[in-house]
């Protein structure tokens, strides 16, 4: 059975320092990942997501996601937090690209300071 | 980016009733969707998967009877919690499929069971 590890519950940086958030896998298989970022009272918004290929993967508002298959990695970065970034972040991994398998992280509420 | 609708975000009701949340795609046809619980703290737990014109397939451990979900047309999907009761008080999501199989997540429902 696939799973997904979310070893900080939260996170606090500083505005404008960089981000790293920590997501490990277990499957199987290639596995599709993916994470998505929840503001308060939201629904899931999805940030980036992996398949195949070039393992540094680019998303939206800034993020990128290293695919690290010898670590079972997919950690999310961002250069520059703002404090509009301040949300829960979920890591997923999937069977297929086609989403209905995911198996979602516990999440990572990121605080941003000023 | 495509669009769903839950309704209502948050509903209050007494212990024994009935509550419906509602399901929208407000801007494609989603044969496909996908009602998840979750629990403060914990990630989004995979409840059922709604096919349109079709019954749900619910996962391993939840009670069809009391989460009954319909998905009579390609841009509603149902959840009536029946006879609920305080510790079925979460944070219900959706999500609906689009053709090309991404996800798509509603805002969410807070459900309390007093």
């Known amino acids: 059975a696939q799973s997904v590890t979310q070893p900080d519950i939260h996170i606090t940086v500083s505005e404008g320092a960089s981000l790293e958030l920590r997501c490990n896998y277990s499957?199987?298989?290639?596995?599709?990942l993916f994470w998505y970022v929840q503001s308060p009272g939201q629904g899931l918004q999805l940030l980036l997501k992996?398949?195949?290929?070039?393992?540094l993967v680019q998303g939206i508002k800034g993020f990128e996601a290293e695919f690290k298959r010898s670590q079972s990695s997919f950690n999310l970065r961002k250069p520059s937090v703002h404090w509009s970034d301040a949300a829960e972040y979920f890591c997923?991994?999937?069977?297929?690209?086609?989403?209905?398998?995911?198996?979602f992280g516990k999440g990572t509420m990121l605080l941003v300071s000023p | 980016g495509a669009v769903v609708s839950q309704h209502p975000s948050r509903v209050i009701c007494k212990s024994g009733t009935s509550v419906k949340i509602e399901c929208r795609s407000l801007?494609?046809?989603?044969?496909?969707m996908f009602w998840y619980r979750q629990f403060p703290k914990q990630s989004l737990m995979l409840m059922a998967t709604?096919?349109?014109?079709?019954?749900?397939?619910?996962e391993q451990g939840v009670e069809k009877d009391k989460f009954l979900i319909n998905h009579a047309s390609l841009t509603l999907s149902t959840l009536t919690v029946t006879s609920a009761h305080p510790e079925d008080s979460s944070f219900y999501i959706c999500?609906?499929?689009?053709?090309?199989?991404?996800?798509?997540f509603g805002e969410g429902s807070r459900l309390t069971v007093l």
């Open positions: 999500s609906a499929a689009r053709g090309t199989g991404e996800l798509f």
């Open positions: 499957y199987g298989a290639t596995p599709y």
């Open positions: 992996y398949f195949s290929g070039d393992t």
């Open positions: 997923a991994v999937g069977a297929n690209s086609g989403y209905s398998t995911l198996t």
């Open positions: 801007d494609f046809q989603a044969t496909t």
């Open positions: 709604s096919n349109e014109g079709s019954k749900a397939t619910y």
